[in-house]
């Protein structure tokens, strides 16, 4: 294992970089979680002009909508899901979003007038309590991103593939780029690398319990699938 490590460090430090985003405006500051801003050379441009004056022409046409993260239950239960897990919202949508909101003003949004977080190389994902009883006394959820189908129970720290930029559980956080507030029982909005966007992964908001058969997690599993990615801006 030593060995392995040693010839992939080399290469993973040859690709990344260490970026410091832009957070959304009033974050307070118990809601930054201390993490690397790492993203890869490629991702660190953002938006470029083009692309925000795209995304405005998007939000100038009708409301931009969000993606979705596809909810995925334990393993027999019963009904499948309907409802998702969560949404998503890449930097195309934050700025067709307030684009959007916009319009209604008289004053339509200019290209100068995005900000650089708003244009950003992250994207935001919003997801549902796990459990609005538990939420009322443990508070904001605890997030992990693994490949699917990996448990979150019960080991310490969570395995997770990367930390999230920053988190909060504030709902104003999708309103201060335009867009409502996609879900009454939200739990947890955290912002993440957009090199992250691909299939295979469950963003899980989870609490732990202990019960009469030991630990166990209590889950909002929601999932990327390839077939999502491939229309996405």
């Not at 290469?11 to 957070?23: F, K, R, S, T, Y």
């Not at 950003?120 to 997801?127: E, I, R």
């Not at 955290?190 to 202990?210: K, M, S, T």
């Amino acid at each position: 294992m030593l060995r392995t490590l040693s010839l992939a460090a080399p290469v993973v430090a040859a690709i990344m970089i260490v970026v410091l985003i832009i957070e959304p405006p009033a974050l307070r500051p118990a809601e930054r979680l201390p993490t690397l801003r790492m993203l890869t050379a490629r991702a660190a441009e953002g938006l470029d002009q083009r692309q925000v004056q795209d995304a405005i022409a998007r939000g100038r046409e009708g409301e931009p909508g969000s993606y979705v993260l596809h909810r995925v239950l334990p393993a027999g239960d019963q009904p499948p899901a309907v409802e998702p897990a969560g949404v998503v919202y890449t930097p195309f949508l934050r700025v067709a979003w307030a684009a959007h909101a916009r319009q209604s003003s008289g004053r339509p949004l200019t290209p100068d007038e995005v900000p650089a977080w708003m244009a950003a190389p992250v994207f935001y994902v919003v997801l549902r309590t796990p459990s609005v009883a538990l939420a009322a006394d443990l508070g904001t959820p605890a997030l992990a991103v693994v490949p699917t189908d990996t448990a979150t129970c019960c080991l310490e720290p969570q395995p997770t593939l990367i930390r999230s930029l920053w988190m909060s559980d504030d709902p104003t956080v999708t309103t201060r780029f335009g867009a409502t507030t996609p879900f009454s029982d939200l739990g947890v909005i955290a912002a993440y690398p957009v090199e992250l966007l691909r299939g295979g992964l469950d963003f899980v908001a989870f609490y732990r319990v202990n019960g009469p058969d030991g630990p166990s997690s209590v889950e909002m599993r929601g999932r990327l699938e390839p077939s999502d990615l491939e229309t996405w801006r």
